[in-house]
T-cell receptor
Framework: GQQVMQIPQYQHVQEGEDFTTYCNSS?????IQWYKQRPGGHPVFLIQ?????EVKKQKRLTFQFGEAKKNSSLHITATQTTDVGTYFC?????????????FGKGTLLTVNP | DVKVTQSSRYLVKRTGEKVFLECVQD?????MFWYRQDPGLGLRLIYF???????EKGDIPEGYSVSREKKERFSLILESASTNQTSMYLC???????????FGNGTRLTVT
């Protein structure tokens, strides 16, 4: 079945440093979504990428979808303490059981002020 | 704003008990999902429903069943709770296949 690998599992940074998390799928994806879960909270949708090579920005966050639509990344520039949380990618397969999102295991980001 | 409400924030049950976890969404969404979240394992899909009375197994359905008698309500049932079902359970809904998921606040279930 479809697998989505996400690295790193943990990342600790100093406030102001950059942060990147990567997702790789075993199969081609039709789209990929990114979610953020604050400590004690529930996952909240950030963005969806659909097109090959797509890049989207939300303030200090930059999301990329690979040309082959099998990998994606989230980059945060100049982290702030408000960025703390677990970031999940979730990929949707491009055929067959395409109702299902497969989540990566997440990257827990902690920021030292 | 979409609201997904899970009936309990915390539950403690005994091994062998039948457990019901309830989820209600207020946006007339077609699709509803049940995930469990465990440290180091991320979110794993238990069951999902794409319409009333319709259900599909996810990746880890063993030991669980679901019920969707009304569009707004999706129930997860643990027929005979076991300690390995101690976990955070998250319900989610979405409008269409490509829409984002909206999650509830989660139910932390402890089985003793």
């Amino acid at each position: 079945g479809q697998q989505v690998m996400q690295i790193p599992q943990y990342q600790h940074v100093q406030e102001g440093e950059d942060f990147t998390t990567y997702c790789n799928s075993s199969t081609t994806l039709s789209n990929i979504q990114w979610y953020k879960q604050r400590p004690g909270g529930h996952p909240v949708f950030l963005i969806q990428l659909v097109k090959s090579g797509e890049v989207k920005k939300q303030k200090r966050l930059t999301f990329q979808f690979g040309e082959a639509k099998k990998n994606s990344s989230l980059h945060i520039t100049a982290t702030q303490t408000t960025d703390v949380g677990t970031y999940f990618c979730a990929g949707r397969g491009s055929g067959g059981s395409n109702y299902k999102l497969t989540f990566g295991k997440g990257t827990l980001l902690t920021v030292n002020p | 704003d979409v609201k997904v409400t899970q009936s309990s924030r915390y539950l403690v049950k005994r091994t062998g008990e039948k457990v019901f976890l309830e989820c209600v969404q207020d946006m007339d969404h077609e699709n509803m999902f049940w995930y469990r979240q465990d440290p180091g394992l991320g979110l794993r899909l238990i069951y999902f429903s794409y319409d009333v009375k319709m259900k599909e197994k996810g990746d880890i359905p063993e030991g669980y069943s679901v019920s969707r008698e009304k569009k707004e309500r999706f129930s997860l049932i643990l027929e005979s709770a076991s300690t390995n079902q101690t976990s955070m359970y998250l319900c989610a809904s979405r409008e269409l296949d490509n829409s984002p998921l909206h999650f509830g606040n989660g139910t932390r279930l402890t089985v003793t």
